[in-house]
């Protein structure tokens, strides 16, 4: 989390900022959405100035070296009206600056020193920021500045309240939220309404957490329960602890974490009898669907077997995929690019790398409207609302952004399809603008109707064939009784006694978590996320 010396920081550059906007800084700030001004032809040649914030380091799927060629791509497929009609007038070019987001606040330190740089003169596009601590600022004073921002990443559910601080944000990606929305038909589809989530916190990037967050802000405004488990994946893992959760809630498990995880985790489930079909596991994949393909459960080590069978209760949930010819060329010139690089990997293209590629056409589109009504580059909030409520032909399909700003998701369900060979497929898919669900023909699920579990008490019936006596002595039914009395009342103390031993140190690491949890909602306020992930 941020320091409190480094948030002043951050407030002293923003203000040093704004006082540094000169006069040649006439370019709409505080215009706010629908401002502005008609005063350019728009036959005239423009210089659109993007800043792209993306982190340098190359362990993010999102990173400058990976996202760039695909930036490149779309930038040259303008020049040479690859889009099927001119967009922009003749002449018109894209200087387009990097600068090091990493994944907090220097994404906004870049952004103030460089509009100091220029005399306060700003940039006409934002691209970027990727993760939720940086997008949040930067998101805030494009707002504040009237400067449009784009982005394949600030998925977030807190960035679709887009009425006042995000008002000039638009989401290229599929949000979380959206992903939500999947898992709730799909549950119709089954008729569930219960759901655990387990999923993996490292309190600092908190991918799934915000994933999972999505999943519970739309299950909870339509009335269905979740209870939510979680834990650091970069700490010894509890295994059993997990299973013992899962085991006292609810049958139909959404699960957040790497895939060796997740392995484990099902390893530990199947060990515990829970794979034959009496629960059901989904595990959320949104960034890396190629490697959970056929034989994502394989490691080449002596536990395949049993992770092939304790997948066969496990479902995937990842972007469906679309191809085209145009898809594919794009694919094999951002992977040349990529590789150029040094970095070698088997998805050179992600959703991130498509994101942003779509942002450009997207501005594009945008920026034709807006200086066909008579409107310029500098009204940012022109620009943003005519990138909100339309459908366009992205690199991989169709791209449709709703009337917030934020891009419908199309989603698939990956299920193992032949559980002697362990080979997996898609068994259902999610088309977002129509919010429909559809399974596949000729899907056999390996669970069974999983109805709400109900725990019965034990009923312990006693039977007497002795006749009854008339007699107020104690006769030997009376003593038989009160001796039986007493020792299961002996039998009930030491129970409780080991029962309260065994389990204290659970009880202790449940009440640590949820006091944890309050301190994430705190920070979570404190950034301004507006995270409303009340049972995580």
């Given amino acids: 989390m941020p320091s409190l010396p480094v948030l002043l920081s951050a407030s002293v550059l923003l203000g040093w900022a704004l006082l540094a906007r000169g006069a040649g800084g006439g370019d709409g700030g505080g215009a706010g959405p629908g401002g502005g001004r008609r005063e350019r032809d728009a036959s005239q040649p423009e210089t659109i100035e993007v800043l792209v914030l993306l982190p340098r380091d190359d362990a993010y799927l999102f990173s400058q070296a990976r996202v760039r060629p695909a930036i490149d791509y779309a930038l040259r497929s303008l020049e040479r009206n690859g889009t099927g009609r001119p967009l922009l007038p003749p002449g018109t070019r894209f200087q387009v600056d990097y600068e090091d987001s990493d994944c907090g606040n220097r994404a906004l330190f870049a952004l103030v020193d460089r509009v100091a740089r220029a005399q306060g003169a700003k940039p006409d596009l934002i691209l970027g920021p990727v993760c939720e601590y940086a997008a949040a600022p930067v998101a805030r004073l494009a707002s504040h500045w009237d400067l449009p921002m784009l982005s394949a ?30 898992m709730l038909a799909l549950f119709r589809h089954h008729h569930w309404n ?52 899962i085991q006292a809630g609810e049958r139909v498990v959404i699960m957040c974490a790497s895939g060796d995880t997740i392995r484990s985790i099902m390893l530990a489930a199947h060990r515990h009898g829970m794979t034959g079909g009496d629960y059901v596991f989904f595990n959320i994949e949104l960034f890396n669907s190629s490697s959970y393909g056929d034989g994502s459960w394989k490691r080449g080590d002596k536990h395949d077997f049993e992770a092939k069978q304790a997948y066969s209760s496990l479902q995937t949930v990842t972007l469906l995929r679309t191809v085209k010819p145009e898809f594919e060329k794009f694919s094999m ?25 779509d942002a450009i056409l997207l501005y594009a589109l945008a920026l034709h409207e807006v200086l066909r009504a008579g409107y310029s580059k500098k009204d940012g909030g022109k620009i943003i609302q005519q990138t909100w409520n339309r459908t366009f032909e992205g690199i991989a399909g169709q791209v449709s952004i709703d009337a917030n700003g934020d891009r419908y998701g199309d989603f698939s369900v990956i299920g193992m399809a032949d559980v002697e060979a362990g080979t997996q497929e898609v068994i259902g898919d999610y088309f977002g603008k129509e919010g429909r669900f559809e399974m596949r023909p000729n899907v056999k699920y390996s669970w069974g109707p999983l109805k709400p579990r109900i725990d019965e008490a034990r009923i312990v019936e006693h039977t007497n064939s002795a006749p009854c006596k008339s007699s107020g002595g104690l006769e030997e039914s009376a003593v038989t009784g009160i001796v039986v009395g007493a020792l299961l009342g002996a039998g009930l103390l030491m129970a409780f006694y080991f029962f309260r031993k065994k389990y204290r140190i659970t009880i202790e690491r449940r009440n640590h978590q ?15 996320i507006r995270s409303h992930f009340s049972v995580a």
Avoid: W
């Avoid at 010139?333 to 590629?357: A, I």
């Fill in 514 to 528: 949820e006091e944890s949890n309050v301190g994430k909602h705190r920070e979570l306020r404190e950034d301004s």
């Fill in 194 to 245: 219960r759901a655990a989530l387990v999923y993996s916190d490292d309190r600092l990037e908190r991918n799934c957490y915000f994933t999972l967050e999505g999943v519970h802000e739309v299950f909870q405004e339509q009335g269905l329960h979740t209870s939510a488990y979680n834990f650091d994946e970069t700490k010894d893992l509890d295994l059993d602890d997990i299973v013992r959760y």
């Fill in 153 to 182: 990443g600030a998925l977030a559910a807190g960035f679709q309240r887009k009425d006042t601080e995000y008002s000039h944000l638009t989401r290229v990606a599929p949000a979380y939220a959206k992903m939500g929305e999947m």
């Fill in 333 to 357: 010139e951002v992977k040349s690019s990529v590789e150029k690089q040094g970095l070698n990997e088997e998805d050179y293209v992600n959703m991130f790398v498509e994101g942003f590629h």
